[in-house]
């Protein structure tokens, strides 16, 4: 008799993988900034990571996806420690056992395409706050979501929507991330 246990190796992989990387780069990894990062290697760069992101108030959520940090700490690949600064919130770190998850996940990062989207993601996005990666993730949301509804997406219609789903942030903020993101081409707009 064979077992199935169809553990998903990629996606906790990939979570070690993202703390790895991001530990000299991101001003504070912590579980927002991992929401956005996995978000935008799934829509930007076309990576299939396996979760199905949902509108919520801080951006694209996926509970499975704190489900699984949580999993990864558990077993020693990830450390999660509060942040008691003005910050707040957490910070993500390799733990002892890092390697051997991101190992266990080899076909999945050791893949090309997977490889050098992750490297793209955090030469594009790792040195962001999660407040940036907030408004950012929520700009590509939008813009799929539009799509997806078959609406026209421009620019104007973009800064408006975003404005009123963020209204936290100033309409020169939102206007500069879809500036950058239209330059960059991770979004596209009429």
């Excluded at 999945?108 to 955090?122: I, P, T």
């Excluded at 421009?154 to 950058?180: C, M, Y």
Aim: include cysteine; glycine fraction near 6%; charge should be neutral.
């Amino acid at each position: 008799m064979s077992v199935n246990l169809d553990i998903p190796w990629k996606r906790y992989g990939l979570i070690a993988e993202l703390a790895h990387r991001l530990r000299d780069v991101s001003p504070q990894f912590g579980k927002t900034a991992l929401q956005k990062m996995v978000y935008l290697l799934q829509e930007v760069f076309e990576i299939d990571c396996g979760y199905d992101f949902q509108l919520y108030s801080y951006g694209p959520f996926d509970s499975q996806l704190l489900q699984d940090l949580d999993l990864v700490e558990h077993v020693g690949a990830v450390t999660i420690n509060p942040v008691l600064s003005m910050t707040g919130g957490y910070e993500i770190l390799p733990g002892e056992k890092a390697d051997i998850l991101r190992e266990k996940a080899i076909d999945f990062l050791g893949n090309e395409k997977v490889s050098a989207a992750v490297d793209k993601l955090v030469r594009e996005f790792g040195h962001f706050w999660a407040k940036d990666l907030e408004l950012r993730s929520t700009i590509v949301y939008v813009v799929k979501d539009l799509k997806r509804n078959k609406e026209k997406v421009t620019k104007e219609k973009l800064k408006k929507v975003i404005k009123n789903v963020k209204p936290r942030f100033s309409s020169t903020e939102i206007e500069k991330a879809i500036n950058e993101l239209l330059e960059k081409g991770f979004i596209k707009a009429d």
